[in-house]
């Protein structure tokens, strides 16, 4: 018997499908300097997802995070979903990001 509230597909696995939530989209200029999100995430955000137009390191924490080059490396033109805490784990409110080499956008959105 499954227990999820999210839709399923022909095979009874669950659809993991969340919806944007408004007021909630952050956008970060990358470049060789660490940034994070000017406004944190909501403590009810659980997952967020990102996509960046240039490759990125990038690091969770509070207000006072910074991305390093031995951080996490995610590469451009990926949309993916990541989750900030919930279930027992501790909530990062603010991610930071560092550009590999050149300048662009990292887009995130907090969904529901």
């Known amino acids: 018997m499954n ?3 999210l839709p ?3 095979n009874d696995n669950p659809i993991p499908a969340l919806k944007l939530k408004d007021d ?3 956008v970060l200029d990358i470049n060789a300097a660490t940034t994070r999100n000017v406004d944190s995430f909501s403590q009810e955000t659980r997952v967020i997802s990102i ?3 240039v490759d990125v390191y990038v690091r969770f924490g509070e207000n006072d995070v910074e991305a390093t080059s031995s951080d996490h490396f995610f590469p451009a033109h990926v949309y ?3 989750s900030i805490g919930g279930d027992g784990v501790g909530h990062s409110s603010y991610m930071a990001a560092i550009g590999v080499s050149g300048s662009g ?8």
């Open 3 to 5: 227990m999820t509230k």
């Open 8 to 10: 399923l597909d022909v």
């Open 24 to 26: 909630c989209a952050h």
């Open 51 to 53: 996509y960046s137009d």
């Open 80 to 82: 993916y979903d990541l």
């Open 105 to 112: 956008k990292l887009y995130i959105s907090e969904k529901e």
